[in-house]
């Protein structure tokens, strides 16, 4: 009979998806808010996109959004993440998605390019109250299921990101169109109240962390360097908390060239175009995981598949930037294709860095080691699409060159991933299963010395 590591769940006993959600009431309530507000959410992005894109028309100015989407969140993270170690995580969720709801109907009086300012500021509240959510519910799913859901419950986790990216998009551009902005805005806030009540009905335990004492900013600094020391020592979770920023790096700038691809392929409904461009990325972030899952069924190779779905998704990038974007139909459902492939990629990739994270980290960490990912996330997410913007507002490049050579630097960080990261993942799997024969050892020894003991006592 075959041996499985202890890390390992043999593949025939994971959990089903349909087993999950049929007999995990805490998950399944959880999910069902995460359909319902991701929902929401794609719809308020491909209604921002649009609504900055008709007052300003710059570059720029729609790069910000992205930016104004990031860079609160990275610099609220780290305390995010101390608060979710220290706090009800389920209470925070609930808290967080009401929060939203009310911040994004702040969007309904922005109507002119003077305003503009304004929503960036909603933005980056909705982005600060959000940096408490993910890490809230990330850290969560462990503790509400068993092993053999853990991997099966992350990976539907993403997939229903992913579907209702794929459907929120494509829904909200056609709502922009044909109801305007002001509809999505409402439908989003009303989405994030309905997610807040299926949360209230799910039980969520958890390993909160008491406080050391003292001043509370002097806490909260000692805690969050604890957490940062907590990676730094553990290099096997340092390690894998830089993949997902490993795609970003690159991965921000294609994304954010989307949204103005989405123009040129859909003139004359620039919505649509963009929604049907993210609903393509929407499907490939879908399948990308249940394909990871279902093939790369042996844990150790995890490592390796991180760092080759950042090279593929570049490689599947820069055929979007050399594929002509003229020939009608013909064009856009070639480029759906492509978009799909590279975002099947990078969706391999963060499912499984979030499940060696969630196996590899206690819980009384979690919070912060998911905050910092997220941090590390943000940060390179911010510097890629404001170099990608900036270099379209100043027609230094061209869209289609630039999606060559972001791509390309993607498949650099990928290569540089399989040749710095990995090598150091084998040994570490190596010393540990040297460790764990020394330990089978000694306590064979120890058996047989103890055996001896009791025959010479007993002759």
């Known amino acids: 009979m075959r041996q499985h590591a202890k890390h390992e769940v043999p593949v025939d006993e994971r959990a089903g998806y349909l087993e999950l959600l049929q007999v995990n009431p805490n998950y399944r309530r959880l999910w069902i808010g995460s359909v319902i507000s991701f929902l929401g959410d794609w719809f308020n992005l491909v209604a921002l996109y649009t609504l900055v894109s008709m007052l300003t028309g710059s570059p720029l100015a729609i790069g910000a959004i992205f930016i104004a989407k990031m860079l609160p969140w990275a610099l609220s993270a780290p305390l995010a993440g101390l608060i979710v170690d220290r706090f009800n995580r389920r209470r925070l969720m609930i808290g967080a998605d009401v929060a939203r709801g009310v911040i994004v109907l702040g969007f309904l009086f922005i109507s002119d390019a003077a305003h503009v300012p304004l929503l960036y500021v909603l933005?980056?509240?909705?982005?600060?109250?959000?940096?408490?959510?993910?890490p809230a519910k990330s850290s969560s799913i462990p503790n509400i299921t068993k092993p053999r859901e853990l991997l099966t419950a992350n990976a539907l986790s993403s997939a229903t990101w992913s579907t209702m990216l794929a459907v929120g998009a494509a829904l909200g551009g056609f709502t922009v169109e044909f109801l305007g902005v002001q509809a999505v805005?409402?439908?989003?806030s009303v989405t994030y109240f309905i997610a807040a009540w299926f949360i209230y009905r799910t039980r969520i335990p958890q390993q909160?962390?008491?406080?050391?004492g003292g001043p509370i900013v002097q806490t909260a600094a000692r805690e969050i360097w604890d957490g940062w020391q907590h990676l730094r020592r553990r290099p096997r979770i340092g390690r894998i908390a830089l993949a997902k920023a490993s795609w970003a790096a690159a991965g921000g700038g294609l994304v954010y060239m989307l949204t103005l691809l989405g123009e040129q392929v859909s003139p004359g409904a620039i919505a649509a175009g963009m929604g049907v461009l993210f609903m393509a990325r929407g499907i490939g972030t879908g399948i990308g995981p249940v394909i990871a899952r279902a093939v790369f069924t042996?844990?150790?190779?995890?490592?390796?598949?991180?760092?080759?779905?950042i090279a593929v998704s570049g490689v599947f990038y820069a055929s979007v930037g050399l594929v002509p974007w003229d020939l009608g139909g013909w064009s856009l459902a070639l480029l759906i294709g492509l978009v799909v492939a590279a975002h099947a990629s990078s969706g391999s990739?963060?499912?499984?860095?979030t499940v060696l994270l969630q196996k590899r980290t206690e819980d009384r960490y979690?919070?912060?080691?998911f905050a910092t990912e997220w941090l590390l996330v943000m940060i390179a997410d911010t510097l890629s699409i404001l170099l990608a913007s900036l270099l379209l507002e100043l027609d230094v490049l061209s869209l289609n060159v630039m999606f060559v050579v972001f791509a390309l630097a993607q498949v650099a960080f990928g290569v540089a991933w399989l040749l710095f990261i990995v090598p150091r993942e084998r040994q570490a799997d190596i010393d540990a299963a040297v460790e764990e024969e020394r330990a089978a050892s000694t306590a064979a020894s120890d058996e047989v010395a103890e055996a001896t003991t009791e025959a010479s006592q007993g002759v």
């Open 366 to 369: 979690r919070g912060r080691v």
């Open 123 to 134: 933005i980056a509240l909705e982005m600060v109250v959000g940096s408490v959510y993910q």
């Open 208 to 212: 909160t962390e008491t406080s050391k």
């Open 349 to 353: 990739n963060w499912v499984l860095a």
């Open 185 to 188: 805005f409402i439908i989003d």
């Open 298 to 309: 042996n844990e150790r190779h995890w490592p390796t598949v991180l760092g080759s779905a």
